[in-house]
């Protein structure tokens, strides 16, 4: 069912609102492949879908919003058993908006929900919904400038998680939805602040405590193994070589040498 909200393009520089609407899709529902003059963004209220830009698809689920930026070709479609249910809102810009926006094309934003719940209201208005419709903008641009700002704190949490439980199993997928974080986007913000991806730098910390444990503390390969959260000596000891080039015990007889 498509609820479209029919606006006046008055070609305002900052930001011009020329598009907005609901809708709740039939299974397998798709548009595309299209391109547009101006910025739209879907907020998925519930069920799911796919996104497809870039030559890349993207799963999209409910607290999430779409990206599709000005003149580049999308295409998406509802899931066949749980078809999306949208809010949309396409505009111009003469500013620069956040980040967040001109790198993912997949963002998490629940917080964001009320703004596009909000911005409805404007298909109930006899006038000025351009107008109402620009501050429900600028209002969602804050908080998408908000969240980027928090985005070290993710990565700080995350960092934290894998250096106070690296000698648990860790599911990286796991730890990327207990932060309500999609998992491309967990890996993607993680590198950009680290060099690294979230299994390598829980690697290279297993690894590092690992020499702590053997040089510092006198424990055996096996024990070290067991401690960083390998279950048996042989996966340990093929990342230890792979990582540092040798064998642990060989590690150990070469670290002697050097103290000697």
Not at 145 to 168: H, I
Request: glycine share 8%; aromatic share 14%.
């Amino acid at each position: 069912m498509l609820e479209p909200i029919f606006l006046v393009n008055h070609h305002w520089n900052d930001i011009n609102p020329v598009d907005c609407g609901r809708e709740k899709c039939d299974p397998s529902h798709a548009f595309g492949p299209a391109a547009r003059f101006y910025w739209l963004l879907h907020y998925v209220v519930q069920g799911n879908g796919v996104f497809t830009a870039g030559g890349k698809k993207y799963p999209v689920r409910p607290g999430q919003i779409f990206v599709i930026r000005p003149f580049e070709v999308t295409f998406y479609e509802a899931d066949s058993q749980t078809p999306w249910e949208y809010i949309w809102i396409g505009f111009t810009a003469g500013i620069d908006l956040p980040d967040c926006l001109n790198r993912e094309y997949v963002v998490n934003a629940s917080r964001c929900g009320s703004i596009f719940s909000s911005m409805l209201e404007a298909g109930e208005m006899e006038d000025g919904r351009e107008l109402y419709l620009c501050g429900k903008i600028y209002q969602l641009l804050a908080r998408l400038t908000e969240k980027q700002q928090g985005e070290e704190d993710y990565v700080e949490r995350a960092k934290t998680y894998l250096e106070s439980n690296y000698m648990r199993e860790i599911s990286i997928v796991e730890l990327a939805e207990q932060m309500n974080l999609n998992r491309s986007y967990f890996s993607t913000l993680f590198r950009r602040k680290t060099g690294r991806s979230p299994q390598q730098y829980l690697t290279d910390y297993r690894m590092e405590k690992a020499c702590e444990l053997m040089v510092e503390h006198g424990c055996a390969p096996g024990e070290a193994a067991l401690s960083t959260g390998y279950p048996d000596i042989f996966s340990f000891s093929r990342m230890f070589k792979r990582k540092f080039g040798v064998s642990p015990r060989e590690y150990l007889r070469q670290n002697r040498e050097k103290a000697e």
